[in-house]
């Protein structure tokens, strides 16, 4: 085993040894070679949902050290709690990758707390692009099953404190890039047009599921070009 060897150093003499250490850490900070994704699921879903889409994103060319998924409790509200917490992993990510801004791809309820963040929570100066799949974006009469216990389906109910607040002024304010893919057979977004957002880059998905966007190619296809334009 080895002995703890212990010698005394004044403090300049400490001073001068973790100087250099200190200064070359910071100038060896990561740089990421692409603009980091973020995947932020939806409610009551975990980030093992974007299994496919960041497959996909790899094929493409990042690498895992570029895509990070959010992992969050979906039964908190979007403006107290989440949209803050997101804020504070925006900055984790881009202190990680070096990076200036970061991309977002969304789905579902996470569109709300990431799209609060960009208007309200300082993301215009974060976001470089910002991607919605199949967003309650102006709200869904399907929340209000569940609007008396959960203050997440709150917020996605029409008219709602968080609807009027994304809804005010500017839609897609800053110089983020936004855009939408939303479906005509979505059984959770209703009206379907909730999801597309003025100002956006809207896209029809076609005739899919609510969850099947998530894993559609031709989605698929369109938020990497999107992403990476």
């Known amino acids: 085993m080895l002995r703890r060897i212990s010698v005394p150093l004044t403090i300049a003499a400490a001073a001068a040894l973790l100087m250099p250490l200190t200064t070359a850490r910071a100038d060896e900070a990561p740089k990421a070679a692409r603009t980091p994704v973020i995947f932020v699921h939806g409610y009551n879903a975990d980030p093992g949902v974007w ?38 992993y925006v900055e984790e990510v881009r202190a990680r990758s070096g990076a200036a801004k970061v991309d977002i791809v969304a789905h579902s309820f996470g569109s709300l707390v990431t799209r609060w963040y960009v208007k309200h929570g300082g ?77 956006a880059t809207n896209n029809a998905a076609g005739c899919l599921n609510h969850n099947d966007l998530l894993g559609d190619d031709g989605v698929s296809q369109g938020v990497r070009a999107f992403v990476g334009g």
């Not at 790899?58 to 804020?87: H, I």
Request: glycine share 12%; net charge negative.
């Open 51 to 88: 299994g496919s889409l960041r497959e996909d994103f790899k094929a493409s060319g990042y690498t895992d050290a570029e895509l990070f998924s959010w992992g969050y409790d979906t039964s908190q509200s979007v403006n107290e709690v989440l949209s803050g917490r997101f804020a504070a």
């Open 123 to 199: 993301g215009t100066g974060t976001v470089a692009h910002w991607a919605s799949l199949a967003g309650p974006n102006h709200g869904t009469s399907t929340a209000w099953a569940c609007a008396a216990w959960s203050q997440a389906c709150r917020d996605m109910t029409p008219g709602s404190y968080v609807q009027d607040g994304l809804a005010e002024g500017d839609e897609t304010p800053g110089d983020v890039a936004y855009a939408t893919w939303w479906s005509n057979c979505d059984e959770v977004i209703n009206p379907d047009a909730s999801v597309r957002i003025d100002g």
